[in-house]
Structures are given as structure tokens and as C-alpha cells.
């Protein structure tokens, strides 16, 4: 009623009680404003006094202020070099806290190499459940990248990926704050074997005189003698 006075204060998390403003009611409605608060939780509640000294306190409110900015690590099952014939690649997405799942739920573009035909963009990310043994929930996040897509036989390079996403206070993941946008590489050229050459003589009896020249660093390979004569 108008007269009387409301005041409201909040209580922090080492339990100091601190009153924030005083305001003598004029209308239905009070308004406060609160200096700036470090992120943690706080209780604010108000009182309320009329003109014969009549105090009242009202209910509690807790309210949590996050203001860190959250991070995220990706990472892909298997190892981050992959070829058409795998089909797919799952990426991981651990972020450093919860993420909104309701407002704003996470999402990924996905820019493949070699032209944006196939690029995706706007992707949903997965969370409950369990993929290759990892337990998905509000802070690990999952989608499956397509490999397989008609057009993708022949690219090469880096898979670069784009995360849109933000906390439940509405801290948004920075460019910055993310590891693995940039380390999923596609590799769909074959190797080619271009020459072969003895050092020397073109007779040997010893493994460490003969080399090949290939077009590109290999995994594994081997060589095979035959006799032809």
C-alpha cells in the first residue's frame, strides 16, 4: 500500500546478509537493483513495513549468477583421420559445465572440404544414453558426421566444424574456448607407388640397400621378393 516502506536484501554464499536498496511503495509493484554480483548463489528476500512500524519478511529466492565462460574439448572415436569407406565419425563434445537444452540446445555446422555441397549446418547434438562406452548427458554431447554422403568419395583435407551452443545462464561457448573444431581430417587418395631403386648394384643380399618412392607418408606397407630366374 502506498506508505509503506519495502526494503530487500540477499544473503550469499558465506552466509553475509547484505540490504541492497529501500523504497517507499507508491504502486503495486517495487523494483531493485543490485550492485554487480560475482557468480554464486544467492538468497534475496524482501521485507515489508507499513507506517506503524509493522515489519513482514516475504518469501526467499534463491538465484544463481554464472558469469564464466564455459569451454569445450571434441574429440572423435577412433583416431581424427578418416576415409570415405568408414561411414561415419562420432565426435564428443565435453563441456566444461551443463549446457541449455531447452532454449537453447546445441548445435554444430559441419564444413567438408572441396567445395559446400554437402556441408550441413544447423546439426542438433545428442545427450543422454551411452555412445562408443561414453555416457552422454547435459555436459557431454555427441553427433555422428557423415562420411559416406554421395560426393564425398573424393575430398580431402579438414573437416572443420562450427559449435553453437551456450550455458543455462546464456554464456555462450567462444571460438576460443573450443579444442578440435579443426583436427578431423578426410583422406580419400589412394597412395601410389612410383618407383623402385636399388642402391648400387642391382644385386644384394642385405634388406638396407633398396628404397621406394611413394606419394604420400604411409601407415604400414610391405615388400614382396619373387625369383624370377
Known amino acids: 500500500l502506498a506508505g509503506n516502506e519495502a526494503k530487500l536484501y540477499y544473503i550469499d554464499g558465506v552466509n553475509d546478509t547484505t540490504h541492497i536498496n529501500t523504497q517507499f511503495v507508491s504502486s503495486e509493484s517495487v523494483t531493485f537493483t543490485t550492485s554487480a554480483l560475482d557468480s554464486g548463489i544467492y538468497t534475496f528476500y524482501p521485507t515489508a513495513s507499513d507506517t506503524a512500524g509493522n515489519e513482514r519478511k516475504g518469501a526467499d529466492l534463491v538465484v544463481t549468477i554464472d558469469l564464466d565462460i564455459p569451454s569445450t574439448i571434441i574429440s572423435f572415436d577412433g583416431d581424427s ?44 547434438l545428442t545427450n543422454g544414453g551411452t555412445i562408443g562406452g561414453i555416457t552422454l548427458s547435459d555436459s557431454v554431447w555427441s553427433y555422428t558426421i557423415p562420411l559416406n554422403t554421395s560426393g564425398l568419395d573424393t575430398i580431402d583435407g579438414v573437416i572443420a566444424l562450427t559449435l553453437n551452443s551456450s550455458d543455462l545462464a546464456g554464456n555462450i561457448v567462444p571460438v576460443e574456448n573450443i579444442t578440435g573444431l579443426d583436427v578431423l581430417i578426410v ?34 606397407g610391405s615388400v614382396v621378393f619373387e625369383q624370377i630366374s
Open 81 to 124: 583421420l578418416v576415409k570415405f569407406a568408414d561411414a561415419q565419425s562420432v565426435a564428443t563434445f565435453t563441456f566444461s559445465e551443463e549446457m541449455d537444452d531447452a532454449t537453447n540446445p546445441p548445435t554444430v555446422d559441419v564444413d567438408y572440404p572441396e567445395g559446400t555441397l554437402n556441408d550441413l549446418t544447423d546439426q542438433p
Open 187 to 220: 583422406d580419400n587418395t589412394t597412395p601410389v607407388f612410383s618407383s623402385f631403386y636399388v642402391d648400387k648394384d642391382t644385386s644384394i643380399n642385405v634388406l638396407n640397400k633398396f628404397g621406394w618412392t611413394l606419394s604420400e607418408t604411409i601407415d604400414s
